[in-house]
């Protein structure tokens, strides 16, 4: 047979068309196209400030400025720097900018030159390191970079693959993932020793704070809507769960049949930073004794706080717990996004999201010299989570930490909580606001005073509340969140991104006067006649921190 008959030189000697597409990966082009990112990205962090934190756009707005279909041909000359013209001047207008340095809603998404790198090697690398076989080095940085995280967060060793007993650690993307894959541990764990036909029996506990996340995350594992069981918390006891309360919930299921599982604790909650006593909580539902309930700590937040000694006592008792998570894009500069998980026994884990004999031998077959040898430091991580496929974000939270170190990131923390201090000290000072709960880590509970919006009346304060947030943030100069605290209605100001200097915090006061101001103008004379009295009772009114349970009767 010639060679101008075989298929495979037929192939070889097709030819590109003219203005065909390069091949995907080239390293001189990458070096071009790799700097042309980076440029962008640095100018906008230098204009980042030049755009307002919300954008004030309407459905579709985006959609009607792009073409109905992708191109056929990549745009001449240069592809890429026309896409990124339209990132300028289409996309960005339409973000919000969660690195702005005024945007304190939610809790931070933090960022770093280090944490932004660390993402752009991973992707580079491209690696998918669900198995130790699939890409040894992934695996094993993950084991030591959760191990020195955990070391840094003060974690007790019997959560560490450093402790020798059996736990470890693992890199996942988010708190709800953490939930899920620990609630379907517990579940299998349990299930096991009552029988899988009384899953409808299984019954988890939070309290009125925890995120919403955790409800989803026991809906997917098929715990039944109406066995989440959601404690009250009072003002009183500071917005925690009552380990009294948790006790009585628990007797209670038992004396109806129904099985206690799982116990979602929480460190630092969404609406105030709320802290559960997890040593307590623990004990009352007799954690590490055999009682059989899982207890999570959920500390997406205020787990990075712990990298500091002074706050380490928010997860006292995490020792006696079953599993640790937290979120160090949330706090530790690590960019999103990044949950880091920590269980006293992985095996559980494995044991109900291995793929176990259904599996294919491949996933597992590590090289000859490998086989039988320290196989514990072989960690299939596919086996720690829902998918198979898997990031490579180990490499990320390893660049931080070497880039920071351990005290470069207490001192973001720490400046970020000395922050939320100054402003609840501008809160303080405006006689027209109060802080109705005790400000946490670094987010801080404010709110008009009932007699500043309505004077003689309490009515409608939640709404005029509404209305301030509203129009800060419509101001584009400040970017802030609320919540329903014991019915209340709150602001927000929670101090966290990397960018946020002194000065940012003190302009985004200004404009939560200004806002003030305007919502409270007197409308007619009678009402500017009565200004003087008004201030003069409010000042009577003000209540010291700790006063203001009236405010949640």
């Known amino acids: ?40 990205i640095a100018d906008y962090y230098d204009r980042i400030e030049d755009y307002p934190v919300r954008p004030n756009v309407s459905p579709g707005f985006l959609a009607a400025q792009l073409p109905d279909a992708a191109p056929s041909w990549p ?47 991973a992707a580079g690398l491209n690696v998918n390191p669900f198995t130790w076989a699939a890409s040894p080095a992934a695996a094993e940085l993950e084991v030591v970079v959760t191990d020195w995280l955990g070391q840094a967060l003060g974690l007790p060793e019997k959560l560490l693959f450093r402790g020798g007993s059996g736990g470890g650690g693992t890199l996942l993307g988010t708190s709800c993932e953490a939930m899920l894959c620990t609630i379907v541990a517990a579940r299998d764990q349990k299930l096991l020793k009552i029988g899988e036909d009384r899953i409808g029996d299984l019954v988890v506990y939070c309290s009125d704070q925890t995120h919403f996340s955790f409800k989803k995350a026991a809906r997917v594992a098929g715990i039944r809507r109406g066995n989440c069981r959601v404690i009250p918390t009072r003002f009183e ?51 590490g004794h055999g009682s059989g309930v899982w207890v999570h700590v959920d500390a997406a ?44 026994r992985p095996g559980l884990l494995v044991a109900a999201l291995g793929a176990g004999e259904d599996e294919d031998a491949i996933l597992n077959k590590a090289p000859p010299a490998a086989r039988g040898m320290q196989a514990d430091l072989m960690v299939d ?22 880039c920071h170190g351990v005290e470069g990131l207490r001192g973001v923390v720490r400046g970020h909580v000395r922050m939320a201090a100054a402003f609840e000290a501008m809160v303080r000072a405006d006689p027209r606001f109060e802080v109705p709960v005790p400000p946490a880590f670094a987010l801080v509970c404010f709110r008009l005073r009932p007699l500043a919006a309505h004077p003689g009346s309490s009515s409608g304060i939640d709404e005029v509340n509404g209305r301030l947030l509203e129009a800060v943030n419509g101001t584009g100069r400040a970017y802030m969140s609320g919540a329903v605290v014991g019915g209340a209605y709150v602001l927000r100001c929670a101090v966290g991104n990397s960018l946020t200097e002194d000065r940012h915090v003190r302009e985004a006061w200004s404009v939560v006067q200004e806002q003030a101001d305007a919502i409270l103008a007197p409308s007619d004379d009678e009402d500017r006649c009565c200004t003087d009295q008004i201030q003069t009772e409010m000042e009577l009114q003000r209540r010291p921190l700790g006063a203001a349970a009236d405010v949640f009767a």
């Open 1 to 40: 047979m010639s060679s101008n008959s075989c298929p495979a030189a037929a192939a070889a000697t097709f030819t590109t068309p003219p203005g065909a597409h390069p091949l995907p990966l080239d390293a001189d082009a990458f070096r071009r196209q790799g700097r042309q990112v980076a440029d962008f």
């Open 75 to 121: 745009e001449e000359p240069d592809a890429l720097a026309s896409a990124l013209r339209d990132v300028r001047d289409l996309i960005l207008p339409g973000l919000t900018h969660w690195q702005s340095p005024r945007h304190f809603a939610h809790f931070a998404a933090t960022a770093s030159n280090a944490g932004a790198l660390g993402e752009f090697l």
């Open 237 to 287: 006891d500071g917005f925690a769960l009552s380990p009294a309360a948790l006790a009585a919930a628990v007797r209670d299921d038992v004396a109806r049949g129904k099985v206690p599982l799982f116990l979602c604790a929480t460190v630092g909650t969404t609406a105030t930073g709320a802290v559960d006593p997890v040593r307590e909580l623990c004990a009352a539902v007799g954690a």
């Open 301 to 344: 937040y205020a787990g990075g706080a712990c990298v500091c000694p002074e706050f380490r006592h928010v997860a006292a008792g995490a020792e006696e717990a079953d599993s640790f998570s937290t979120n160090p894009h949330k706090w530790l500069l690590a960019n999103m996004d990044c949950c880091a998980l920590w269980i006293r």
């Open 381 to 402: 991580y596919k086996d720690w989570q829902v998918p198979l496929s898997r990031r490579f974000r180990a490499l990320k939270l390893w660049l931080v930490l070497r």
